[in-house]
């Protein structure tokens, strides 16, 4: 399937933009099942916004430790995922919805996610998509809990989002997606994620200043 090729995207603003580099996407899964169609949903959103324009990079979260406090924080799944979150400008989190929340891979990543690395705030004002898949008819409460998640890791988390119904229907055995209105849904969800990056990665440290904050540094 390559109807990538033949698609065009509109994603940046046209104000003057003060960074040059190529938006910095980390995409996160929930299901390490071999056919997990969270995953294939996360693959497909790679491709989009590597078309639109971004550096997409996947977490694989294969052997990542359930969240235990300090005990495994040295574990090199652990620490790559620091990495990447540190590098991300934007992320992507796409999980199944089991038994009607986000499945508990994708809940142990967000825990591992540091809110404070010494000044850095890693995640703090990155934007953020969510996604989920269902075996069922459309819901929404993966994503609903992920955007509650995504309020704590002080993200901000884009209106548009995506949630597949019976995904079992909706992808190719190549693991593409096919052309429904649930991956229109996927492409507008990555349109949006890359307008609020544009605007709002440039703006970072005035976006993320509290008054609080300035208020406890000056005492
Ligand atoms: C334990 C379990 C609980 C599930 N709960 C729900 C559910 O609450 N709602 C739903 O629509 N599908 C539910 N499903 C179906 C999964 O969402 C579906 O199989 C999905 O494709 C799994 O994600 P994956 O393909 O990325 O592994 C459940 C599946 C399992 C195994």
């Known amino acids: 399937m390559n109807y990538l090729e033949s698609e065009t995207f509109e994603v940046i603003p046209t104000q003057t933009l003060k960074y040059e580099h190529r938006p910095r996407v980390l995409i996160l899964y929930g299901s390490l099942r071999d056919r997990s169609f969270s995953r294939l949903a996360a693959e ?13 990079k ?5 052997g990542l430790p359930i969240y235990d406090g300090s005990r495994s924080a040295e574990h090199a799944k652990v620490l790559e995922l620091r990495e990447l979150i ?19 891979l994708m809940k142990t990543q967000v825990d591992w996610m540091p809110l404070s690395v010494g000044a850095i705030r890693p995640t703090q004002g990155k934007t953020l998509a969510v996604m989920q898949v269902s075996g ?5 409460n993966a994503v609903n809990n992920m955007r509650l998640l995504g309020r704590w ?22 693991g593409t997606m096919k052309d429904t209105s649930f991956r229109d849904r996927i492409v507008d969800v ?5 307008r609020f990056t544009y605007l709002t990665r440039e703006q970072g440290e005035f976006l993320v200043d509290r008054y609080s904050e300035r208020r406890k540094n000056n005492k």
């Open 44 to 56: 497909e959103s790679g491709r989009i916004l590597e078309k639109m324009g971004a550096e997409v």
């Open 58 to 62: 996947f977490f694989n979260p294969d």
């Open 86 to 104: 540190i590098w991300s400008e934007a992320q992507v989190w796409s999980s199944p919805e089991l038994h009607g929340n986000m499945s508990g």
């Open 136 to 140: 069922g008819s459309q819901s929404f």
């Open 153 to 174: 890791m002080r993200m901000l988390t884009i209106p548009n989002q995506s949630s597949i119904a019976k995904a079992y229907q909706e992808f190719h055995e190549d």
């Open 190 to 194: 990555m349109e949006e994620l890359m």
